[in-house]
């Protein structure tokens, strides 16, 4: 089934965003280090960047469901126009610094990027409607890293930043033709959230969210150090890389988006830990580019909780449901670049491994405790139960 007319301007939305994003993404800890910042340094950084996008998800999800999705959209999206042109004009560490956390703060769409989604599905299933969504932005970073590789290389890296502004104005005046979604009123005599608060199921995925995401989540940030220091390629290698992570993500979507959010989270774990068994011994760009292929399991693994959070809660829930798993999963990429720097920094190889090791060791968890069957909230004093059909 095809999707809606929203969701298919935000899927060209977020593809134009996509094109700009994967033109820095791969080599923003290498930019990093020409601006005179040591592996500690940099995982340090990252985890600030991530740190301020961590802390908006749930603000922007009750925002959401207050106020309207759309204008939440809206704003991230100019913030984030105003904070790329921010590092591309720096020419200090600093400065620069300070573009990337507020590039980051404005992570904070996510949650309302899934709830509009969410909304604007039809009859689509729910999986299938973010995963293809979110292929739609993955899908502009196909050919965006390799350019940027040779952008980078060939006018150097601060110009890189300079062709994504471009890019990101274009994907806010696509934004900008969305639909607004009506604010969906609480049950009648309920508070709007207390039945979340009491969704046991809800509040236990998460945990098992936390500590699966957090076991990936550490092989990844010093992956573009690893591969140039290491394994010795240069800057347009590694963009061409990031393509290739790239059309995994989209091929994953694309080919596991209608599996139940359970299994499809599991396949993600164990893509990535496959990625991470080649990374450690594997030299050839052939090999390393199957690595990064299948270190899209993260992304498919994240799309695949969000699917499992909305068939837990309610849609005037939604948003900031959305927003809390975001917290979660973003306290994971603040914990992971920090300690993988910490790691990296005494033996570069030790942040994949023990990452593999975590992995090895979450799967059977997550098969024993993530629900089988579709997800319950407490709705007006009645339990709901699905069939996981």
């Known amino acids: 089934m095809r999707l809606s007319r929203d969701n298919r301007l935000m899927a060209f939305s977020l593809f134009l965003w996509g094109l700009g994003d994967g033109l820095f993404f791969y080599i923003k800890p290498l930019y990093l280090k020409e601006l005179g910042a040591d592996p500690v340094a940099i995982g340090s950084i990252l985890s600030l960047a991530f740190l301020a ?3 908006t998800h749930v603000p922007a999800g009750y925002l959401a469901d207050r106020f309207g999705r759309k204008q939440l959209l809206v704003a991230g999206w100019v913030l984030g126009v105003l904070a790329a042109a921010i590092m591309y004009f720096a020419r200090t560490l600093d400065l620069f610094v300070v573009g990337l956390v507020g590039y980051m703060f404005t992570g904070f769409v996510i949650a309302p990027i899934n709830a509009y989604a969410s909304e604007a599905r039809g009859e689509q299933s729910l999986q299938r409607a973010l995963t293809l969504v979110s292929a739609g932005f993955w899908g502009g970073t196909v050919l965006s890293p390799a350019l940027g590789g040779w952008i980078g290389k060939t006018f150097g890296l601060r110009t890189v930043f300079g062709v994504a502004v471009v890019a990101f104005v274009a994907s806010t005046f696509a934004l900008l033709l969305l639909k607004p ?37 550490l092989g990844i940030p010093f992956l573009p150090n690893f591969v140039a220091e290491v394994r010795g390629l240069d800057v347009s290698r590694i963009g061409l890389l990031g393509t290739v992570n790239s059309l995994g993500v989209v091929a994953l979507n694309l080919t596991f988006g209608q599996r139940l959010p359970r299994r499809g989270f599991m396949i993600g774990q164990a893509l990535l830990a496959l990625s991470l068994l080649l990374i450690l011994s594997t030299t ?3 090999w390393l580019g199957l690595a990064y292929f299948f270190q899209a399991g993260w992304n498919l693994s994240r799309s695949m909780a969000a699917a499992q959070v909305g068939r837990v809660v309610e849609k005037q829930e939604l948003g900031l449901a959305y927003g809390i798993l975001e917290t979660v999963t973003a306290t994971t990429t603040i914990l992971a670049p920090l300690t993988a720097g910490f790691l990296y920094a005494r033996s570069p ?41």
């Open 181 to 217: 979604q009506p604010v969906t009123p609480p049950t009648t005599g309920e508070s709007r959230y207390r039945p979340l608060f009491r969704n046991r199921r809800f509040l236990g995925f998460l945990g098992l969210v936390f500590v699966a995401l957090a076991a990936m989540q």
């Open 53 to 55: 996008n961590g802390l």
């Open 284 to 286: 050839g760009l052939g």
């Open 349 to 389: 190889a030790l942040p994949f491994q023990i990452s593999l090791g975590l992995i090895a060791a979450t799967l059977p968890v997550v098969w024993w405790l993530a629900p089988r069957r579709d997800a319950h909230s407490v709705a007006s004093g009645e339990l709901r139960v699905a069939s996981d059909g």
